[in-house]
């Protein structure tokens, strides 16, 4: 069980931002909302993680509705290397394991 | 400092062959997963430890998969004998104590099951 839906896949021009968006409509209080990306052939990264306030990392930004029901992923500036499949998952902050379900390909065209 | 270590990277056997998979983690690091990917999905976590005790083994196909991490450092997973549905990625993730719990990803052992 993902707990979460994202779009199968997007693409993005270069030097663009991407907005990957994700629902976790059922989202309990004490649950976190993180970002991984997985580059083909290698394993999953961390990117960023939030609870109810917007984040901003070197990465990427995170936003988060008032509601807590959604989230965005935000890539201010799309690179080629940046082509990925992106997992939003949502867990209690530690103890639960991670359910990644399959994510939003994203691929970034030159 | 270095990262999750695996080994081997890629691996194939023939169905009912033992097969082996090594992990070293990142250093300090107290929280150890194993997780399998299939084509075209998510990882999916097949046992967590800490230190040396398996805290979450539920996913973990007890007839033919085993592990351990027996001095709380790296650890080795195991199929005895693999079937063709065994065929995917095998991960390998650390953790450590306190902060943001991120997991740090090994690059994955692939595994062909012929």
């Known amino acids: 069980d993902a707990k979460t839906t994202q779009p199968t896949s997007m693409d993005c021009a270069e030097g663009r931002a991407a907005n990957l968006p994700c629902n976790h409509s059922t989202i309990s209080g004490n649950e976190y909302v993180y970002w991984y990306r997985q580059i083909h052939s290698q394993g999953p990264q961390y990117i960023i993680h939030?609870?109810?306030n917007n984040e901003t990392n070197e990465m990427a930004s995170l936003i988060i509705t008032e509601d807590r029901k959604s989230s965005t992923l935000i890539l201010p500036h799309a690179t080629l290397r940046d082509t990925a499949v992106y997992y939003c998952i949502v867990r209690v902050y530690t103890g639960n394991q991670f359910y990644f379900g399959t994510g939003t390909s994203l691929t970034v065209i030159p | 400092e270095a990262g999750v270590v695996q080994s081997p990277r890629y691996k194939i056997i023939e169905k009912k062959q033992p097969v082996a998979f090594w992990c070293n983690p990142i250093?300090?690091?107290?929280?150890l997963y194993w997780y399998r990917q299939n084509l075209g999905q998510g990882p999916e976590l097949l046992i967590r430890y800490e230190n040396e005790e398996a805290v979450d083994d539920s996913q973990l196909p007890k007839d033919r998969f085993s592990a351990e991490r027996l001095k709380g450092v790296d650890s080795t997973l195991k199929i005895q004998p693999a079937e063709l549905g065994d065929s995917a990625v095998y991960l390998c993730?650390?953790?450590?104590?306190?902060?943001?719990?991120?997991?740090?990803f090994g690059p994955g052992t692939r595994l062909t099951v012929l």
């Open positions: 250093s300090g690091h107290n929280t």
């Open positions: 993730a650390s953790s450590q104590p306190g902060g943001a719990d991120e997991q740090f």
């Open positions: 939030g609870l109810k």
